[in-house]
């Protein structure tokens, strides 16, 4: 089954990751993606108070991501969740 897009989290800055959801229909999905993928994507540096709309300026690519991950199940941690970093957008440039 495909992810349709969830809800933007946050920004965790000790993670450096920021968090967001899909729904895999009624069952929400915990994502992460790194600040490091999403500068590498946008060719720059974002500071923390700007990582929401980062997120949103890049939010198709990283949802498409996210899919390819829970279509493939290359889920981690506990919940089973899927994290994004730069090694898994090289493979969509």
Known sequence: MTLTPGRFIGYEYDRMVVLFSML???REVPCAVSTS???ELEGARAKGDQREAQFIRLRDRIEA????????TELEGTPPGIILRSIDFRNQR
């Open 24 to 26: 895999d229909g009624e």
């Open 37 to 39: 993928a999403m500068d």
């Open 65 to 72: 991501c996210a899919d390819g991950k829970y279509r493939a």
